[in-house]
């Protein structure tokens, strides 16, 4: 049982009663100093302090709380910054099986395996390449990112300008931000997904004030050590495929096929920039490994949400006021008509 003040101020309803009980008592110390004289009761004084004593609580407004509550809701949001610069189409990846596959198959398939292992949870994409976007706003919608792997491909050749490994870095804080003031209780995990080769002659930035929104995660490194020869990619070939002579690139000023080749340190210290770990997808190791690498607690986090009602039950009481009130208003008639 618990109280709900009908005045919906514990102050105005203490004055109330106070004024209640002032007045019952001022009129019952009239009537006991003139007891002699007066044609009321001790009965009637009864019924009166009971009228005053249920009006005092039905002003407390006694209430019956109700609590439930409901499970499996998640609270996590998963980003994905994926690289799409022209080395993500080298042919010598692998998932989980000695098939060999381009590096931007690799990293769908981790995408896709990652969402089963959210159930419930809220997903965001980042690409980068020439530049950086939020190409999948935040969605439960896991239909949603689906359709986002389907149109997930590399840039261009000619639409690209080198990798930096840093480019979704601005993005991914503004869209944490955005999370974090929305739901602040949240949790957010991060998957960079990549070959780690920094192609562009600049210095790259720190994934470092990530950290300050980031629970967990992993940079995922996909592709190959030995390398491979990096295809020429135009926009016709990501509508049509590259048939099956494909053209590849040189490197600068000479006629030798450029090789490109993983880079597994840059991608360990973008992990440790945003406290996350570092997996290599290869032909024994896909994303279920991480289960391993981080606390399983990210990987499904569920939240008991406890609801209360409040139930003012103030009817009985108004009842038991209302039957006293008719009785004193009988017995006032009653006396009228006993003096006339």
Known sequence: MAFTPLLHSWLLTILLDILILICCGTGFLIFWKHRNSSDSTHLDWLRRWLIAIFAILLTLGPTIVTSSSSSAISDTNVFFAVDVTGSMAVDDAHYGSNQTIPRIQAAKDAVENLVSMYPGASFAGVTFGASASLALPPTADVGAVQNWLKVLEVEPTDA??????????????????????EYPRNIIVLYYISDGEQTRDVEASSFSPLRQFVDAGAALG???????????ISPQDLTSGQGSSPRYLDEPGSSTPAISKMNPQNLKEIADQFSGTYL?????????????????????????????????????LAIVIALLLLWECGADIFKQRKYQ
């Open 160 to 181: 690209s300008n080198g990798t930096q490994l840093s480019e979704p870095v601005d993005t991914l804080l503004l869209a944490m931000q955005k999370v974090k003031k």
């Open 222 to 232: 996909v592709g190959s050590t030995q390398g491979g020869k990096v295809p020429f």
């Open 280 to 316: 290599h997808l290869d032909q024994n190791t896909t994303v279920a490994s991480l289960s391993s690498y981080t606390s399983h607690s990210y990987l499904v986090r569920e939240t008991d949400r406890k609801h209360s009602m409040r139930d003012i039950q103030v009817w009985p």
